[in-house]
Nanobody, 118 residues
């Protein structure tokens, strides 16, 4: 099973940008479809974006046009570039490996907190 560690979160003003990174170990991510979701403790999960092993991408409507998911199989990482951030993007962001496309996650990391101030 792949182990995942997210980083890159922080506090940013509305309209700002952040780049989240997900480092994988234990298995190589080239064997997996990967994605991001956001979920604070005690709250519901919201799908953000996913990318297949072959580069097919899908975004949730609230983030499409503002977020960009990418993968670097050589570095065993998945990235989420977030621009034009809004206060409603505030959440705990998790990277995960998919068992079913596009939002059925099999394993995920502890998450990185993104806070957008108005």
């Amino acid at each position: 099973q792949v182990q995942l560690v997210e980083s890159g979160g922080g506090l940013v003003q509305a309209g700002g940008s952040l780049r989240l990174s997900c480092a994988a170990s234990g298995r190589v991510i080239r064997d997996y479809d990967m994605g991001w979701f956001r979920q604070a403790p005690g709250k519901g999960r919201e799908f953000v974006a996913a990318i297949t092993r072959f580069g097919r991408i899908v975004y949730a409507p609230p983030v499409e046009g503002r977020f960009t998911i990418s993968r670097d199989n050589a570095k065993n990482t998945v990235l989420l570039q977030m621009t034009s951030l809004k206060p409603e993007d505030t959440d705990l962001y998790h990277c995960g490996s998919l068992v079913n496309w596009p939002d059925d996650f099999g394993s995920w990391g502890q998450g990185t907190q993104v806070t957008v101030s108005s």
